[in-house]
């Protein structure tokens, strides 16, 4: 069901969040279900219902919905970041904060009472509103970030720690180094000519040197 859009299309770009989001929170060690309805649905009324069922039905202890924002038809400047709530609580402040850090704005926790996924949840709900599709200052700052960042800002705020930083590979790169390997060394000067030379065939650089006992 198409959401907001203006310089960013939140359909797309939800989704892009929520992979990342999912991808980081695993890595922390947590169980996460995604309950993103199929494109099949035709209505917001059936979206919503798919995702809260699914989730009351796993008896999941958090529910997070990711959405961008819209308020007006444009917007020069930022608007930024806020979490919906059906009542505050330290999940949804810490992913905003965790927003903030990012350079969006922090609108805060705003009490929603109305909207359905947080009426209707079983479990602690928050609707996660990354920032204003159509405000150019915020949606600058997404494109630089890239969704994976921001996905990773929210699970973190989520998992109240911090991802670990990937391990350090080692280097495959010699820079402008070379290695020498020598072939052995022979008293005689003939046999040292025809293992060069053998080595040449297969293809080496081969070289004969010259060095005292």
């Known amino acids: 069901v198409p959401g907001a859009k203006a310089l960013l299309d939140e359909v797309t770009e939800d989704r892009k969040v929520k992979d990342a989001t999912i991808k980081y929170l695993r890595q922390l060690g947590h169980e996460v279900i995604d309950v993103t309805p199929p494109d099949s649905t035709s209505s917001s009324s059936t979206d919503?219902?798919?995702?809260?069922?699914?989730?009351?039905?796993?008896?999941?202890?958090?529910?997070?919905?990711?959405?961008?924002?819209?308020?007006?038809?444009?917007?020069?400047?930022?608007?930024?970041?806020?979490?919906c709530v059906y009542r505050n609580h330290d999940y949804a402040q810490r992913v905003v904060n965790k927003l903030a850090s990012l350079g969006f704005k922090n609108r805060g926790q705003k009490i929603r009472t109305g909207l359905y996924e947080l009426k209707n949840t079983s479990?602690?709900?928050?609707?996660?509103?990354?920032?204003?599709?159509?405000?150019?200052?915020?949606?600058?700052?997404?494109?630089?970030?890239?969704?994976?960042?921001?996905?990773r800002a929210i699970a973190e705020g989520i998992a109240n720690k911090s991802v670990p930083a990937p391990a350090p590979q080692p280097s495959t790169?010699?820079?402008?180094?070379?290695?020498?390997?020598?072939?052995?060394?022979?008293?005689?000067?003939?046999?040292?000519?025809?293992?060069?030379?053998?080595?040449?065939?297969?293809?080496?650089?081969?070289?004969?040197?010259?060095?005292?006992?």
């Open 48 to 83: 919503l219902a798919y995702g809260v069922n699914t989730a009351n039905s796993q008896k999941c202890d958090l529910f997070v919905s990711i959405h961008f924002n819209k308020a007006y038809s444009s917007y020069n400047g930022t608007i930024g970041s806020e979490v």
């Open 123 to 151: 479990m602690t709900a928050m609707i996660v509103e990354v920032c204003f599709v159509e405000a150019t200052g915020d949606v600058d700052l997404y494109r630089r970030l890239g969704s994976d960042a921001v996905g």
């Open 173 to 213: 790169s010699t820079g402008n180094k070379l290695y020498r390997v020598i072939a052995g060394s022979y008293s005689n000067k003939d046999n040292a000519v025809n293992q060069v030379n053998a080595l040449k065939a297969k293809g080496f650089d081969a070289f004969i040197e010259a060095v005292d006992r």
